[in-house]
């Protein structure tokens, strides 16, 4: 009976000390339940300890919830499955024809795409790959190009962008469709002079790559004084009539506005004339752009590799790029099912989904970046893919590629002075009426948790909810 006492004593202290270490939490929880802001909402969250493979706290956590990019979470996770975190992108140039005595190829430069999402893009060395094509050309003895310059897409599927994608997103360079050829982002860039008074007609100056057949019907305004870009671009992929509406910042001479590209593999090739003729190199014939590929090319001249996997994961997840996650979504499934389409890739992220016991109807995807509004899921089953996935081989990389608290990504401002700056990483997601984190933060005695937060429909101030949720993570970070 006395040993009986004792181990009550001993289990009534442990309970009300792990009561004290969550009451932070707690009472986060119920200060958000309490938001008069989020009593039309819907919202959940859970929390999970790894370490104890426990859950600390949850709310509405079975809830269907609109995700945003907490998504690209599960595409980059099946990428590094699949395709291991050495995998590379490979792009292949070759030449058909001849090269005359004059160093001039007569015949067609034909680049076979392998879907490299890092060419083209500033964070990667904009130019690096024109660099290794004009090498590779020269060391070739060539000096111009009679002929085309033609871009084969077809390692993926033409279907460039889910169906669900939002209109009013598909024609920004945010809503940019995934290809076998890439540059860029697949982005354009619209160049526009706005006047400084208020309301008056912005003129659109250039267009980059520069589309013979594109129109833009530019219906843009100048803005107020102090006022950003609010702009938004209307058309589609293949869409080659588009429109732009909004307002402009005032009294810029050379202002950027960036565009999706509505023809990648066409676009590609575009930008790829461009910078071989700033390099004087000669090019007489036209740019043609498909997305089948042939198997006679010609004589292989440059096979360009792509950074590593790793490199291009921590990319996706801290800069939020959609194109490169659904890039990643897209080629995991060619790997696994043969395919490069969003069909295939999908599937294989339910495969990763229903192996880390995780039901499949709690995790309704579309997309691999989150920006169909048409994703649903759980916070718990969410929650739970982030405890489970922490045994696979590639859990540090795909760790390390997530934002850190007060450093990098979308979490640099957040977090400042508090005892999870430099620690808690996680992965936001940010659209109209959708404010969402998920990822990880070690407690006091250095365990892991994982959690999940999503707010759908929240009424209030957005900045006010950031600073509400970035309590919550904190007060996380206390428990047990």
Known sequence: MK??????????????????????????????????????????????????????????????????????????????????????FETKV??????????????????????????????????????????????????????????????????????????????????????????????????????????????????????ENLYLENKTTSGRNGTGDNSIIWGGPFEFNQSITGTLPPGKNNFEVYGSSPDPALGFTLAIKYFLEERNFMITGHCMGFYSNKNDNGTLILTYSSPPLSEIIKFTNTKSHNLTAETCLKMAGLKKYGTGSYFCGLRAVNDLIRENFIDSLSMQLHDGSGLSKKDNVSPRAFGMFLNNIRHKIWFDTFYSSLPVAGETGTLATMFSGSNVKGKLRAKSGYMKTVRSYAGYVPNQKNELMAFCIIVNNYSGNAFALKKKLENLMICISLSE
């Open 3 to 88: 040993f009986l006492s004792i181990l009550m004593f001993l289990f009534c202290i442990s309970f009300l000390s792990l009561k004290a270490q969550n009451t932070s939490l707690q009472q986060s929880v119920t200060e958000l339940k309490n938001d008069p802001y989020l009593k039309q909402s819907n919202w959940g969250l859970i929390v999970i300890n790894c370490s104890k493979n426990s859950i600390v706290e949850e709310f509405n956590a079975d809830n269907l919830l609109i995700p945003a990019s907490i998504v690209k979470l599960t595409s980059t996770a099946t990428a590094l499955d699949i395709l291991g975190d050495s995998f590379r």
């Open 94 to 211: 070759y030449i058909d024809g001849f090269i005359d005595d004059n160093g001039i190829l007569q015949g067609n430069l034909n680049i076979i795409g392998g879907a490299d999402p890092t060419i083209g893009l500033p964070y990667f060395k904009k130019e690096k790959f024109i660099d290794s094509l004009y090498t590779a050309l020269k060391n070739m003895g060539i000096n111009g190009i009679n002929g085309n310059i033609c871009g084969y897409a077809g390692i993926f599927d033409s279907l460039l962008i889910p169906d669900t994608y939002p209109s009013d997103d598909r024609g920004n360079y945010y809503g940019a469709g995934t290809s076998g050829l890439i540059w860029d982002g697949n982005a354009i860039t619209y160049t526009f002079s706005t006047p400084s008074a208020l309301g008056a007609k912005t003129t659109l100056k250039s267009v980059f790559p520069k589309f």
